[in-house]
């Protein structure tokens, strides 16, 4: 054996126990690790200051561990670790050596969640050397997080000199007075600790993340679905506990087999594949048998699931691979499901009627159908920390003008109930227990955001119609049945572009003929006799479908799908062109074409559809009274066959999202790289003039859809272009509408054509100039 190679030393808890005179076993039947944890709660419901207790602790858990050295460190506001207490390091260190948040093995250790077990641990490059603390001559290390409903709010740390590597049972012990220690300080035992813990709850803070869903928010933190926080740790009747758990348990497996029997969405918010995977959790016997085991050493049937959980946890985050980081959501959500079921609180239903009027939602994660479970009257905003704008949530929050924020970090650790909060999405932020200042400025913008409402609340009526006379259309984009009437109140003409994927996305699984047959004839019945251009299901890419199986790809973007989905997928495409012939009887349905790379693409649809109408006449249904098909222009190559384009189809509609993103080759969705380009600038401009004078050339109606055409300044420039139809979010309307009453289009076009000619020019800040000049309101 080499000096390099640890030396494993193996020991017990129960052989520990001959080291510690205080702390043995009451009789020779109770599990030892049940009277070490009794032996710590002992200590911490001592007298004395807080300090004092947790000298005690270490002292007491270095011996039974026949560690040289045990340390705790506790979390401040900043995230950073302050060493609280140690036995074997310098005691001068104590209050005085801080990591940063993240630094060295016991920063990572808290950041991770989970336990490092280094022989050597000074060879590890994150190893963190701190000389006021003497740890130089120690080489092994344990490290476990302190942790309480997922969040870490610490970390004990036992040392040796000897190359050891710890034992899982090492690993235990050190869990279990980890849970004894996170209970006495989260109820405010441990005096001037908890401070330092809590102090994280009490501050003003700001959370930066992404917008979900636009808008401004003041209110009141609501948790969706709280921790029940767990404070009764050892039981007084193992047997009770244990039939508690078994109880328990079976309840949990019954409400998931009912869930997935009837693939409810209300509560669970869940797609069948996760309440299948949340089946194969539940059912597993080896999470069952460690919770009975964790009985069996003494703990109630709460802190069995609670330890269980952690430790669980822990093992899955050291695994890369991203399908078991996605189980670490099953496990946390059925560790939560089954303390509900243990304190008697089966959902978070009963919350609801408690929520206030100006509830702030603040979530891990949630599903589109939990959102729609509260009392939309009472919401005002929502924060998730694992969301992006794409999300089903998210989609859902904007169809309910709810301001939302995703990837919010952390934040659930820091905040409580009840706590005060803005969401300010229109930057991103989260301000959390603002201050009186900040409320007030707040509080300011949205009067302001209100009145520019009432604005454009009174322009409902007027017709969109610029200076020299020009009439514009202005439609909505849709997605959702509840974005229908916005239709009427923004005053729109119709729907010019309705995303028919996102009522795919938010179902549990893909909806059948019937059901799709009654969701296009509700939004046909809903707009009152208006255009509505159905676009076919537009998947593949960023739109995931949980119930269509989707390869990886390394460019999705650029990838499997859209129109090229629906060609190979084709009975997916006949199902839907069937539905929408069905729902459009007697009526005019228009149906649009994603992603069309090739003319030739439009045929083979179109060959389809008449197929489809064949069948249903065949069938005893006349189908619509007109049909029209449109194609979205979205990919370049298209620009270089307009003419061959516009043969085959009745209307075209410019998906300028898409389209600038593969015309200027910069993700959408990738803030680096998104803002880089300008759709303002001369080759931008060009490739939406030639879609517009091929539509004149071929007599076929042009609009465009994209968000651009929601944003007042590249309105102008668009109607600059000669685009009289455009298509954007029902919120964008007024704004659109003030601004085409206050243009001169003809103007515009003058200047846009002077200035695209001459090379080198900044095209945005002439029309801004322009509009300034004219009076134009952006
Ligand atoms: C677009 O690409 O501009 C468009 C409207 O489609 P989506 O944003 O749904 O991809
Ligand atoms: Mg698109």
Redesign the pocket.
């Known amino acids: 054996m080499t000096d390099r190679e640890p030396k494993k030393e193996r020991r017990t808890p129960a052989q520990s126990w001959r080291g510690t005179a205080d702390a043995r076993p009451t009789s020779p039947t109770e599990p030892a690790l049940r009277v070490f944890m009794r032996r710590l709660r002992e200590i911490l419901d001592e007298g004395g200051d807080g300090q004092a207790r947790l000298d005690k602790i270490v002292l007491q858990i270095s011996g039974l561990m026949v560690a040289e050295v045990c340390s705790i460190y506790f979390k401040r506001q900043d995230g950073s670790l302050e060493l609280f207490a140690t036995e074997g390091l310098n005691p001068d260190a104590v209050h005085r050596t801080l990591l940063k948040r993240g630094e060295g093995l016991v920063g990572r250790c808290a950041e991770l969640g989970i336990a490092i077990n280094e022989p050597d641990a000074q060879k590890h490059p994150a190893f963190s050397y701190r000389p006021e603390t003497g740890e130089e001559i120690y080489h092994s290390l344990l490290a476990v997080p302190i942790m309480r409903g997922g969040v870490a709010l610490g970390v004990i740390v036992v040392q040796n000199k000897t190359l050891r590597v710890y034992s899982e049972e090492d690993v235990d012990v050190l869990q279990a007075a980890t849970m004894v220690i996170a209970e006495q300080i989260l109820s405010g035992a441990v005096a001037g600790v908890g401070t330092a813990v809590e102090l994280s709850k009490s501050l003003a803070a700001v959370i930066k993340g992404e917008v979900l869903s636009e808008g401004i928010a003041l209110g009141h933190i609501v948790l969706h679905e709280p921790r029940v926080a767990v404070t009764n740790l050892l039981a007084d009747d193992p047997q009770a506990e244990h039939a508690r758990l078994e109880t328990a348990h079976e309840r949990l497996s019954e409400t998931i087999e009912d869930m997935l029997r009837q693939e409810v969405l209300s509560s669970a918010g869940a797609h069948r594949e996760v309440l299948e995977a949340y089946q194969m959790f539940a059912s597993d016997k080896g999470w069952l048998r460690r919770m009975r085991a964790a009985v069996d050493e003494g703990l109630t049937a709460e802190a069995a699931v609670e330890r269980v959980h952690n430790v669980t946890r822990a093992q899955m985050l050291r695994q890369n691979d991203p399908f078991w980081r996605e189980r670490l959501r099953d496990l946390d959500d059925l560790s939560d499901r089954l303390l509900r079921i243990l304190a008697g609180r089966t959902s978070a239903a009963e919350d609801l009627s408690a929520l206030p009027e100006d509830a702030i939602l603040v979530a891990r994660t949630m599903g589109p159908a939990e959102l729609l479970d509260y009392d939309r009257a009472k919401l005002r905003g929502l924060v998730i920390e694992d969301s992006s704008g794409q999300s089903h949530v998210a989609i859902v929050a904007r169809a309910l003008g709810i301001a939302g924020v995703g990837g919010a970090h952390r934040i659930i650790e820091r905040v409580s109930t009840g706590d005060s909060a803005i969401v300010d999405a229109e930057t991103g932020e989260v301000h959390l227990r603002p201050s009186p200042e900040v409320i007030q400025a707040y509080s300011d913008r949205v009067r302001f955001r209100a009145r520019r409402q009432q604005r454009y609340q009174s322009l409902r009526d007027s017709p969109p119609v610029t200076t020299d006379g020009v009439r514009i259309e202005l439609n909505i ?1 849709a997605g959702l049945l509840v974005d229908v009437p916005h239709l009427d109140e923004a005053g729109a003409d119709g729907i010019g ?1 309705f ?1 028919t ?1 996102l009522q795919f996305m938010v179902a549990p699984s893909l909806p059948r003929f019937e059901a799709q047959v009654e969701m296009y004839r509700k939004v046909l019945d809903a707009a009152g006799g208006k255009r509505v251009v159905f ?1 076919a299901l ?1 998947i593949g ?1 960023d ?1 995931a479908l949980p119930y269509v199986r989707h390869p990886a790809e390394d460019n999705p973007a650029l990838g499997w799908r859209a129109l090229r989905l629906l060609i190979d997928r084709s009975a997916l495409l006949r199902l839907q062109v069937r539905a929408l012939l069905k729902a459009a009887e007697g009526r005019e349905l228009s149906v649009m074409l ?1 992603m069309v790379s090739v003319a030739a693409e439009v045929d083979h649809v179109r060959a389809m559809i008449e197929r489809e109408r064949a069948w249903l006449k065949a069938h005893g249904s006349s189908g619509p009274a007109t049909l029209r098909l449109g194609a ?1 222009i ?1 990919v370049p190559a298209i620009l270089y066959d307009l003419d061959g384009l516009m043969r085959r189809v009745d209307f075209v ?9 593969f015309l200027f080759a910069a993700d ?1 969705g990738n803030p680096r790289v998104g803002g880089r380009y300008d759709v303002l600038s001369a080759p931008g401009l060009r490739a939406l003039q030639s879609i517009v004078n091929a539509g004149i050339r071929c007599g076929v109606p042009v609009t465009l ?3 651009i055409a929601g944003r007042p300044l590249e309105g102008m420039a668009l109607l600059g272009l000669g685009f009289r139809s455009l298509s954007m979010s029902p919120a964008s309307i007024g704004p659109a509408k003030a601004m085409i009453r206050s243009v001169d289009a003809t103007r515009v076009a003058a200047r846009l054509e002077e200035m695209m000619t001459r090379s080198g020019i900044d095209i945005r800040a002439g029309l801004k100039k322009l509009a300034e000049v004219d009076g134009v309101e952006l």
Do not use: A, I, T
């Open positions: 984009n572009l995303r994927e676009r537009d890419g739109k994603p979205m979205e509609s410019v998906g300028s999202n898409d389209l600038m993103q959408r859809c994209g968000e």
